[in-house]
């Protein structure tokens, strides 16, 4: 059986991770918020998803998140005219991105928060497998 704090911490790695990989791909999408096709009628960038899945770590005894993958958002791209633009159609329309900026903010919140609370977790452990190692020195 595994040690529960050592548990807490491998449980606490493995949010981190996973969030980690959110907050790489909403910096993605924001960077890429206005990057269009290079040529006319080409497809611009197109927003990316983070997957999640729960896996049971059959050691720990529990459940745990992990990244799946990565997706495409199949979202309809943001059509606005601009005849000058050179990935413009022959109508002067220009595909833009499917993403959103609210939405992306939103996720970035939500990632950065639950990084923060399983970097707290981490350092919750940490200090009580300190104590505990304290009281052992004290008592011998």
């Known amino acids: 059986m595994i040690d529960p704090l050592q548990a807490a911490s491998r449980l606490a790695a493995g949010g981190l991770e996973a969030q980690a990989t959110r907050l790489r791909v909403v910096s993605e999408n924001v960077a890429n918020v206005r990057s269009t096709g290079s040529s006319q009628g080409a497809e611009p960038y197109a927003r990316k998803t983070v997957l999640f899945e729960t896996v049971l770590d059959r050691e720990l005894g529990a459940s745990q998140v992990q990244v799946k993958g990565v997706g495409v958002d199949d979202a309809p791209f ?63």
Request: charged share 25%; no cysteine.
């Open 78 to 140: 943001i059509i606005e005219y601009d005849p000058g633009h050179p990935a413009a159609d022959e109508d002067g329309n220009v595909k833009l991105p499917n993403v959103n900026m609210l939405v992306e903010m939103a996720d970035m919140r939500e990632a950065s928060r639950s990084y923060e609370a399983n970097l707290q977790m981490m350092k919750q452990t940490r200090s009580m497998v300190s104590m505990t190692i304290d009281l052992l020195r004290s008592q011998g």
